[in-house]
């Protein structure tokens, strides 16, 4: 699915399916790729030829950067914002119901959204370069959609940490520590090796075993349909705040000294 600015492709090869997100703002999600990626993950899970899925986005450098800051300064009203932030919600209740197991393959930085989609794979491999940020709280909001995906990975101390000190990067040792990362590794190539060489492991393995082992693996999130659009509507009213409006334009500021 191509767009004016960015994509999302999806390729089947011997049973792994990958799925790339790309956009030009270090890969960041504005609502036309957020409903790309839900659909792309709701078609792809559906697909009997597909043994496991490989979570990826474009480039070597960031792996996504979070909401278009564009999009959050065009909302004018709550029910706006909400749809917005539903584009989120959207993306992670796919991954929780999909019924194959999604590898994320991290190769750089990751802010807001972008650490709610690894939270919400089930295995990701990452660069050690690969350090997140949940910076939320410092335009104004918080992570609250994002939010029961990073604690199921990391705990509620782990994500307190990130939501409350919400300017400062934790390395990708800190995300292996608390559970976000499976795996880390010095080079982007070793993190493509190692993503191919579990994929490929996966795609021999029984379908149903797998299936099944999701299931317990999301087990007690079944109300999260619920949960994360209560949540996008807490988003998409603090994202009205003068606070919010002026700390953004704070941030494009500095991006475009």
């Known amino acids: 699915m191509q767009h004016a600015d960015g994509?999302?492709?999806?390729?089947?090869?011997?049973?792994?399916?990958?799925?790339?997100?790309?956009?030009?703002?270090?890969?960041?999600?504005?609502?036309?790729?957020?409903?790309?990626?839900?659909?792309?993950i709701n078609d792809v899970g559906l697909d009997h030829k597909v043994k496991v899925i490989v979570l990826k986005s474009a480039g070597?450098?960031?792996?996504?950067?979070?909401?278009?800051?564009?999009?959050?300064m065009s909302v004018k009203t709550e029910a706006e914002g909400k749809t917005f932030f539903m584009g989120f919600a959207n993306v992670i209740n796919a991954m929780r119901k999909c019924h194959k197991l999604i590898i994320g393959r991290v190769q750089g930085k990751a802010v807001g959204g972008?650490?709610?989609?690894?939270?919400?794979?089930?295995?990701?491999?990452?660069?050690?370069?690969?350090?997140?940020k949940l910076s939320e709280l410092a335009i104004g909001i918080g992570p609250f959609v994002v939010g029961p995906a990073v604690e199921r990975k990391v705990g509620v101390s782990g994500l307190s940490q990130l939501a409350i000190d919400?300017?400062?990067?934790r390395s990708a040792e800190w995300a292996k520590k608390h559970g976000l990362y499976a795996e880390t590794h010095l080079h982007t190539f070793m993190v493509d090796d190692a993503v191919k060489n579990l994929?490929?492991?996966?795609?021999?393995?029984?379908?149903e075993a797998m299936s099944q082992l999701k299931k317990t693996f999301w087990h007690g999130t079944e109300n999260w349909d619920t949960l994360l659009s209560e949540r996008a509507a807490i988003s998409g009213r603090l994202i009205l705040s003068e606070f919010t409006k002026n700390a953004i334009n704070k941030f494009k500021a500095r991006a475009q000294a």
């Open 114 to 132: 972008g650490v709610g989609l690894i939270a919400a794979t089930d295995y990701a491999i990452a660069t050690e370069a690969a350090s997140v």
């Open 7 to 40: 994509y999302v492709r999806s390729e089947i090869d011997h049973g792994i399916a990958t799925i790339e997100f790309f956009h030009p703002s270090s890969n960041s999600l504005p609502a036309a790729i957020l409903n790309d990626l839900a659909k792309t």
């Open 199 to 207: 994929a490929e492991k996966l795609a021999h393995s029984s379908p």
């Open 166 to 169: 919400a300017t400062e990067w």
């Open 60 to 72: 070597e450098k960031a792996f996504c950067a979070g909401a278009s800051f564009d999009e959050l």
